[in-house]
C-alpha cells in the first residue's frame, strides 16, 4: 500500500477513490510530460474528465499535485517488470523511454515546491535509492542476452539519461528520446 491509497488520517481510501486518484495523476502526469508542471489545472482535470474542483479535493496546492505525481511515477517505474515475450534489450529501452518522461516531472519539482530544497533532495534521494536498483537489474538481463555490454553501471546510466533530458528545456528542436536511442544504442556490444 503507498501513501496515495491511505487518507490523511491513515484509513485506507475506498476502491472508487484511488482510481479517481491514478486517473488523475495519469492526466497530470501527462500534462507535465506535454506542457510542464506549470500547466493549467484546467488541462489537468480536462485530461482526467473531472472538474477543477475535484482537482484541487484531491490536491490542494500544485506542489501537492506534483509530489503524488512524482511519487506516482516511482512507483510505476520501481514496479517494472519485463511484459510477457519482451526481450530484455526491449525492456531496458522500454523503461529508460518511461524514466525520461518522468525526468520531465522532476525537472520542474523545484520550483513547484517553492524551494522547498530539503523536500526535493528527499524526493530526489527516494527516487535514486528506488529506481537505481530497478535499472541495474535491467541492465543485467540485457547483458545477459548478450547483445548488451556488461560494464555499464546504472548509476553512470542514470545521470547519463538525466543530462540528455536537461537539453529539452533549452533547445527548441531537442529531441531528448532521440538523444537516449543514440545513447541506448552505444550500450550494444559490439565484439
Not at 523511454?97 to 522547498?116: I, P, Q
Not at 536498483?133 to 547519463?160: C, E, N, Q, S, Y
Request: with cysteine.
Amino acid at each position: 500500500m503507498t501513501t496515495a491509497d491511505t487518507t490523511p488520517s491513515g484509513r485506507r481510501k475506498r476502491s472508487d477513490a484511488r482510481r479517481n486518484q491514478q486517473t488523475l495523476l495519469d492526466a497530470a502526469a501527462t500534462v507535465f510530460v506535454r506542457a510542464g508542471v506549470d500547466a493549467p489545472i484546467r488541462d489537468i482535470a480536462a485530461e482526467a474528465g473531472v472538474g477543477i474542483a475535484t482537482m484541487y479535493r484531491h490536491f490542494p496546492t500544485r506542489a501537492d499535485l506534483v509530489v503524488a505525481v512524482f511519487r506516482h511515477q516511482v512507483d510505476a517505474l520501481a514496479a517494472t517488470t519485463a511484459a510477457d515475450g519482451e526481450s530484455p534489450e526491449d525492456a531496458l529501452r522500454s523503461w529508460v523511454h518511461r524514466f525520461a518522461d518522468f525526468l520531465v516531472t522532476k525537472h520542474g519539482l523545484a520550483e513547484a515546491l517553492h524551494s522547498d530544497q530539503a523536500g526535493f533532495e528527499s524526493l530526489h534521494s527516494e527516487f535514486v535509492d528506488r529506481l537505481l536498483p530497478v535499472l541495474d537489474r535491467l541492465l543485467k538481463a540485457a547483458a545477459a542476452t548478450g547483445h548488451t555490454r556488461d560494464d555499464i553501471r546504472a548509476f553512470d546510466l542514470m545521470l547519463g539519461i538525466g543530462n540528455l533530458c536537461i537539453g529539452a528545456d533549452t533547445f527548441p528542436d531537442y529531441q531528448a528520446r532521440r538523444m537516449i536511442d543514440l545513447l541506448l544504442t552505444g550500450l550494444a556490444r559490439t565484439d
